[in-house]
């Protein structure tokens, strides 16, 4: 990857891989420690409940903070073995993707696809202290492995509804945003979704039945000026609504290697990985349409990276439509 394919200036971000590799583990090798943990319940993978992954109270409550979340087990800490000084690289020029990336490991393999992105690349920056069980003098830091899966299905849904707006899809827009009578000046995005194999499907809400997906529902009001039937400005609005409340952990600071200029740096890899998504949203990272892989365009219309992915997706354009082989 050619950095000169991102704009990246002005973001400045160094993260670290420990060498030795990641295992999970449970509270039979290890316990947690961390602020007022006996408080908050245990919350296993088991009962995972992916219908409050964005509620903007839910939001607001965890963003910066560690919760039950966080300290329910099994969790990601560090192979024991030779001490060997972590790896550093740089995320927004070395892997200006890597957001996307994140989202399409397979929740249905989640140990192994975790364990095997978390060696490339670290973890993702919610860390707890682990005390070892037996080994009492031995502290590691491990991070949760239902955090993982709730920030995978977060970013996955959203980049999924981010495609939708980028092709400008308004009849499928349609299908999730409302303008509930006779409020004028209220507009509801009411969805649900599911995962197979890394790709997530956005689907139109239809009543309570829960059985194929998972519900959301967000009130915008009107103080945006968005109009009634204005679909892709309401949908936009949503989405910005929605990474706006995971860029909180960006801070300004001042890069002595840039001669003190300024530059916004991530606290951890998913604020890291939320930026991303952000560079993608703005333009300053173009994707294409077909195998989402960076590229620079020749023309400001350009949308695919090369003739072979327009073709295919055409094809498979084709195809979806009822086209022949």
Same mark, same amino acid.
């Given at each position: 990857?050619?950095?000169?394919?991102?704009?990246?200036?002005?973001?400045?971000?160094?993260?670290?891989?420990?060498?030795?590799?990641?295992?999970?583990?449970?509270?039979?090798?290890?316990?947690?420690?961390?602020?007022?943990?006996?408080?908050?319940?245990?919350?296993?993978?088991?009962?995972?409940?992916?219908?409050?992954?964005?509620?903007?109270?839910?939001?607001?409550?965890?963003?910066?903070?560690?919760?039950?979340?966080?300290?329910?087990?099994?969790?990601?800490?560090?192979?024991?073995?030779?001490?060997?000084?972590?790896?550093? +690289?740089?995320?927004?020029?070395?892997?200006?993707?890597?957001?996307?990336?994140?989202?399409?490991?397979?929740?249905?393999?989640?140990?192994?696809?975790? @364990?095997?992105?978390?060696?490339?690349?670290?973890?993702?920056?919610?860390?707890?202290?682990?005390?070892?069980?037996?080994?009492?003098?031995?502290?590691?830091?491990?991070?949760?492995?239902?955090?993982?899966?709730?920030?995978?299905?977060?970013?996955?849904?959203?980049?999924?509804?981010?495609?939708?707006?980028?092709?400008?899809?308004?009849?499928?827009?349609?299908? @999730?945003?409302?303008?509930?009578?006779?409020?004028?000046?209220?507009?509801?995005?009411?969805?649900?979704?599911?995962?197979?194999?890394?790709?997530?499907?956005?689907?139109?809400?239809?009543?309570?039945?829960?059985?194929?997906? +998972?519900?959301?529902?967000?009130?915008?009001?009107?103080?945006?000026?968005?109009?009634?039937?204005?679909?892709?400005?309401?949908?936009?609005?949503?989405?910005?609504?929605?990474?706006?409340?995971?860029?909180?952990?960006?801070?300004?600071?001042?890069?002595?290697?840039?001669?003190?200029?300024?530059?916004?740096?991530?606290?951890?890899?998913?604020?890291?990985?939320?930026?991303?998504?952000?560079?993608?949203?703005?333009?300053?990272?173009?994707? %294409?349409?077909?195998?989402?892989?960076?590229?620079?365009?020749?023309?400001?219309?350009?949308? +695919? %990276?090369?003739?072979?992915?327009?073709?295919?997706? +055409?094809?498979?354009?084709?195809?979806?439509?009822?086209?022949?082989?």
């Amino acid at each position: 990857m050619e950095t000169e394919l991102i704009e990246t200036k002005g973001y400045e971000f160094t993260w670290r891989v420990f060498p030795n590799g990641y295992e999970l583990a449970d509270k039979s090798l290890y316990e947690c420690r961390g602020r007022a943990q006996e408080s908050l319940p245990d919350a296993p993978l088991t009962e995972y409940d992916p219908n409050n992954l964005f509620l903007l109270r839910r939001l607001l409550l965890r963003h910066g903070n560690l919760d039950a979340t966080d300290f329910s087990s099994p969790w990601l800490v560090p192979k024991q073995g030779e001490y060997q000084p972590p790896k550093e +690289y740089r995320p927004l020029h070395d892997e200006p993707v890597l957001h996307r990336k994140f989202a399409s490991l397979k929740t249905e393999n989640l140990n192994s696809e975790v @364990l095997n992105f978390a060696a490339r690349f670290g973890l993702l920056g919610r860390n707890l202290v682990m005390l070892h069980s037996v080994n009492t003098v031995l502290s590691v830091y491990g991070e949760s492995l239902l955090r993982w899966r709730t920030e995978i299905d977060k970013m996955g849904v959203l980049l999924a509804l981010w495609d939708w707006i980028e092709r400008e899809e308004a009849g499928k827009l349609g299908q @999730l945003v409302t303008w509930p009578e006779p409020l004028e000046h209220l507009m509801v995005v009411r969805f649900k979704w599911k995962s197979d194999r890394g790709r997530y499907q956005i689907l139109q809400w239809k009543g309570e039945n829960m059985e194929d997906g +998972y519900g959301h529902v967000w009130i915008g009001f009107g103080n945006t000026g968005i109009e009634r039937g204005e679909i892709l400005r309401a949908a936009r609005h949503f989405l910005c609504d929605m990474l706006n409340h995971h860029l909180h952990g960006i801070a300004p600071a001042l890069i002595p290697e840039l001669g003190y200029q300024e530059a916004f740096v991530p606290g951890k890899l998913i604020d890291a990985l939320w930026l991303m998504f952000m560079l993608e949203v703005n333009g300053k990272v173009r994707t %294409c349409w077909y195998c989402r892989s960076p590229f620079e365009p020749a023309r400001k219309d350009n949308v +695919y %990276c090369s003739n072979k992915c327009k073709r295919m997706a +055409y094809y498979y354009a084709k195809q979806r439509k009822g086209g022949t082989k």
